[in-house]
């Protein structure tokens, strides 16, 4: 059994499937599938522990710690199993990687760019992770990751302007704003913050289908996602654990090799 994990810099989501040839289908039967909070890292082998698994792949995001705490995790449900950690590399899984410095290019991001372009092949696409981060990436038909923009994610973006900002109360990303001019001063942190990203988006799908002269395919995924998704004046396709579809696509890639 594969076992897929992303690290995020806020939750370690995971996945379970089976991948016996390069021609699985585009997106994996997750046999089992979670995610918990980094400080309930602890208890990932006791959801695990059911499963044989025989190979392990992870994007980490999350920096050095979480990477010790998956690997002691590991080592409890397969003990002498080494996982391998995803990178952004300069061409996997019918992607090319257009960034400046390949390397650089965050390996979640890379993940997600994957999948979407295995989902939708032969379509332009823009591609948006919204999560602590939110991130809005472009890749060509013909299987390119062209570049993108970062901005902070809606609940950063949320409590910076409640902290920085004399007299203003802290705000939950929950909060509900009917329309976009509030008249309270909760909502209308999160009606502008709600507005930024989606104008982020919004902005990123017109500029890339004036581009490509083409229409373009937008792929909306990540935790806050389903606060924006009734709000984009795009046609838009919300998708789940875009990150593991991605690197069930690299595995499926290194069976080819």
């Known amino acids: 059994m594969l076992l897929l994990i992303d690290a995020g810099n806020t939750r370690i989501k995971w996945g379970i499937t089976q991948l016996t040839t390069a021609d699985s289908p ?23 522990k059911p499963y044989a698994v025989t190979q392990i792949l ?4 999350a920096g050095a710690t979480v990477r010790q ?4 995790s590991l080592a409890i449900i397969a003990p002498g199993l080494a996982p391998d950690w995803f990178s952004s590399q300069p061409q996997l899984a ?9 390397g650089q290019l ?28 939110t991130t809005v990436d472009a890749v060509s038909a013909d299987g390119v990751f062209h570049g993108g923009m970062i901005l902070p994610g809606l609940k950063l973006m949320a409590q910076s302007l409640a902290r920085n900002t004399a007299q203003l109360p802290q705000v939950a990303e929950s909060v509900s704003v009917e329309g976009i001019f509030a008249d309270n001063t ?16 919004e902005h990123a799908v017109t500029a890339w289908r004036s581009s490509q002269k083409a229409e373009v395919s937008c792929i909306v995924s990540g935790g806050a996602a389903p606060y924006l998704l ?3 004046g795009v046609q838009h396709r ?17 069976m080819n090799n």
């Open 58 to 61: 992870i994007s980490n995001v």
């Open 106 to 133: 965050g390996c979640d991001r890379f993940a997600s760019a994957i999948a979407a372009h295995a989902l939708y092949p032969g379509q332009d696409l823009i591609v948006a992770t919204c999560g602590t981060a």
């Open 26 to 48: 585009a997106l994996p039967a997750w046999l089992a599938a979670g995610s918990l909070a980094h400080a309930d890292l602890p208890h990932l082998a006791d959801e695990l």
């Open 186 to 201: 909760d909502q209308a942190i999160v009606s502008g913050c709600i507005a930024a990203q989606v104008g982020a988006i």
């Open 230 to 232: 009734g709000r984009l």
């Open 69 to 72: 705490l998956l690997e002691s």
């Open 238 to 254: 919300h998708m789940e654990n875009l990150v593991l579809t991605g690197l069930y696509h690299a595995a499926k890639s290194s």
């Open 94 to 102: 019918g992607l090319r990687n257009a960034y400046l410095n390949p």
